[in-house]
């Protein structure tokens, strides 16, 4: 009998900790949802309990006065339904101190009550006490299960409030059986066979308790990876209209920036063109005549190189800002850079007699797309001659400087005009803060903030000296 008994309770703390084992292999393969401390708590302490619970009976006595490990079981067996009865209770609610110290208050005081029991009760009355708090404990449990249901469905949770609702039945059966026991029971051959068996049936039925808990989790973790594959494949598609958008906002940036220089871009690009014409009709008139020299001839055809290499110039310029944008990175060396794009920016310059100092002195290179940091300088260039335009000073000044830093290379690029408001300043780089329905440069400063910081680098405003309005961009240099 004594080692019957001992196996069973052997063979449930067996399957209790394997469900523990497997749990914890779960738990650390995966970082969506942790599983509930009281939960696991609660299986762990019921698992020790069985453990000296089931060594206890292999060399009990006496049922009426039994060894001090059988406290030690029935304390642990009692610390771990509380762990569970509070895991149902963060179910549908958060865990208050109150509770939390009260059930801990009751852990303790129930040690040296059921110690007491166990020296001068007798087995019927330890038995009786047991199954009281279990029905208590069963009842509030199925409760707070029953609230948990009606507002998030589970089938797990269903398997198992019916499971608690059976060890309910199991206790209530217990306490009947020892009620019809006509005599005190003292040895453990004198257990009635129902009682042992409702016994063994209800820690079999806790067992499942934990496995359905178990798979209350994993249908958490399940329900927890479906929701984050979706909210992920939300931010990629998010993301992936973003990048199309910003693709877009560039495209269109590029015009507009240089559609502001159109006119001038062309009037430079007729002057080289318009020459080309004349020289070739004097070409084509001393040819005819047959009066063309040496001299004229290679003097003529100086200036036709002359002049074609100049409109290639404007035209290289133009297209390489007007390229996709695709482009990988390239080392680029900023003052390079910075002339590049003066060349098409220079008609519109002239028109408005603005005086360009450079002060280009970095020699550190970058690696940056071309492209993107080519609009970069041709949008905050074009808003100074913008703001020089609008301004009356007499002597309109646009300075360009590039310096070498620590770590990267720093552009400044600065006017003399009227500056911006300490109003507009607080939100200058924010999308369309800064519209400008004349120019239609309203996405210029946030494209260029977009594009810089892509880089790893960053801009800033702040107001020149004497006046005026003075932008700065770093950019990371090539690390030796």
Same mark, same amino acid.
């Given at each position: 009998?004594k080692?019957?008994?001992?196996?069973?309770?052997?063979?449930?703390?067996?399957?209790?900790?394997?469900?523990?084992?497997?749990?914890?292999?779960?738990?650390?393969?995966?970082?969506?949802?942790?599983?509930n401390?009281?939960?696991?708590?609660?299986?762990?302490?019921?698992?020790?309990?069985?453990?000296?619970?089931?060594?206890?009976?292999?060399?009990?006595?006496?049922?009426?006065?039994?060894?001090?490990?059988?406290?030690?079981? =029935?304390? @642990?067996f /009692? +610390? *771990?339904?509380?762990?569970?009865?509070?895991?149902?209770?963060? &179910?549908?609610?958060?865990? !208050?101190k109150?509770?939390?110290?009260?059930?801990?208050?009751?852990?303790?005081?129930?040690i040296?009550?059921?110690?007491?029991?166990?020296?001068?009760?007798?087995?019927?009355?330890?038995?009786?006490?047991?199954?009281?708090?279990?029905?208590?404990?069963?009842?509030?449990?199925?409760?707070?299960l029953?609230?948990?249901?009606?507002?998030?469905?589970?089938?797990?949770?269903?398997?198992?409030?019916?499971a608690?609702?059976?060890?309910?039945?199991?206790?209530?059966?217990?306490?009947?059986?020892?009620?019809?026991?006509?005599?005190?029971?003292?040895?453990?051959?004198?257990?009635?066979?129902?009682?042992?068996?409702?016994?063994?049936?209800?820690?079999?039925? =806790?067992? @499942?308790? /934990? +496995? *359905?808990?178990?798979?209350?989790?994993?249908?958490?973790?399940? &329900?927890?990876s479906?929701? !984050?594959?979706?909210?992920?494949?939300?931010?990629?598609?998010?993301?992936?209209?973003?990048?199309?958008?910003?693709?877009?906002?560039?495209?269109?940036?590029?015009?507009?920036?240089?559609?502001?220089?159109?006119?001038?871009?062309?009037?430079?690009?007729?002057?080289?063109l318009?020459?080309?014409?004349?020289?070739?009709?004097?070409?084509?008139k001393?040819?005819?005549?047959?009066?063309?020299?040496?001299?004229?001839?290679?003097?003529?055809?100086?200036?036709?190189?002359?002049?074609?290499?100049?409109?290639?110039?404007?035209?290289?310029?133009?297209?390489?800002?007007?390229?996709?944008?695709?482009?990988?990175?390239?080392?680029?060396?900023?003052?390079e850079?910075?002339?590049?794009?003066?060349?098409?920016a220079?008609?519109?310059?002239?028109?408005?007699n603005?005086?360009?100092?450079?002060s280009?002195?970095?020699?550190?290179?970058?690696?940056?797309?071309?492209?993107?940091?080519?609009?970069?300088?041709?949008?905050?260039?074009?808003?100074?001659?913008?703001?020089?335009?609008?301004?009356?000073?007499?002597?309109?000044?646009?300075?360009?400087?590039?310096?070498?830093?620590?770590?990267?290379?720093?552009?400044?690029?600065?006017?003399?005009?009227?500056?911006?408001?300490?109003?507009?300043?607080?939100?200058?780089?924010?999308?369309?803060a800064?519209?400008?329905?004349?120019?239609?440069?309203?996405?210029?400063?946030?494209?260029?903030?977009?594009?810089?910081?892509?880089?790893?680098?960053?801009?800033?405003?702040?107001?020149?000296?004497?006046?005026?309005?003075?932008?700065?961009?770093?950019?990371?240099?090539?690390?030796?």
């Open positions: 009998m080692l019957l008994i001992a196996l069973y309770f052997f063979i449930l703390a067996t399957i209790q900790l394997g469900l523990l084992l497997g749990i914890y292999h779960y738990h650390r393969s995966q970082s969506e949802l942790r599983p401390p009281y939960w696991m708590g609660s299986l762990i302490v019921n698992i020790l309990a069985l453990l000296i619970f089931g060594s206890g009976a292999l060399v009990i006595q006496s049922v009426q006065n039994p060894e001090f490990n059988f406290t030690i079981a =029935n304390s @642990l /009692y +610390i *771990a339904a509380i762990f569970q009865l509070l895991f149902c209770k963060s &179910l549908i609610g958060p865990i !208050s109150r509770l939390q110290y009260g059930f801990a208050i009751s852990a303790i005081i129930f040296p009550t059921f110690e007491f029991l166990r020296i001068y009760g007798s087995y019927e009355s330890r038995t009786t006490f047991m199954c009281a708090i279990g029905i208590i404990f069963f009842s509030w449990q199925i409760m707070m029953r609230r948990k249901r009606s507002f998030d469905p589970s089938q797990q949770l269903m398997y198992m409030q019916y608690t609702a059976v060890e309910l039945c199991f206790s209530l059966g217990r306490l009947g059986v020892l009620a019809s026991t006509g005599f005190t029971i003292s040895r453990m051959e004198q257990i009635p066979q129902l009682l042992i068996l409702l016994t063994v049936g209800q820690l079999v039925i =806790n067992t @499942l308790s /934990y +496995i *359905a808990l178990g798979g209350y989790w994993a249908e958490r973790v399940a &329900l927890a479906a929701k !984050s594959k979706s909210e992920n494949d939300e931010i990629k598609a998010l993301l992936l209209e973003r990048e199309g958008l910003i693709a877009g906002l560039l495209k269109a940036n590029k015009t507009v920036a240089t559609g502001a220089l159109s006119a001038s871009i062309a009037h430079e690009l007729n002057q080289p318009g020459a080309s014409y004349l020289n070739i009709q004097f070409l084509q001393k040819l005819s005549e047959g009066t063309l020299s040496a001299e004229q001839n290679q003097e003529v055809l100086s200036a036709l190189l002359s002049d074609n290499q100049r409109a290639a110039n404007i035209i290289r310029s133009l297209r390489s800002i007007f390229s996709d944008g695709k482009i990988g990175a390239e080392q680029v060396e900023l003052g850079l910075i002339e590049s794009v003066l060349k098409i220079k008609p519109e310059i002239q028109s408005k603005i005086q360009v100092v450079l280009l002195s970095s020699s550190a290179l970058v690696n940056v797309n071309r492209t993107e940091i080519q609009q970069v300088l041709l949008n905050l260039i074009n808003n100074a001659i913008q703001a020089l335009a609008e301004s009356p000073a007499t002597a309109k000044t646009l300075k360009l400087e590039s310096y070498d830093v620590p770590d990267g290379v720093e552009v400044l690029i600065t006017d003399n005009g009227f500056g911006i408001t300490a109003e507009a300043q607080s939100h200058l780089f924010e999308l369309l800064g519209s400008n329905k004349k120019s239609g440069m309203g996405l210029g400063l946030w494209l260029c903030q977009h594009i810089i910081a892509r880089h790893g680098g960053n801009i800033r405003y702040r107001d020149a000296q004497g006046g005026g309005a003075q932008f700065i961009f770093f950019l990371p240099s090539l690390m030796d």
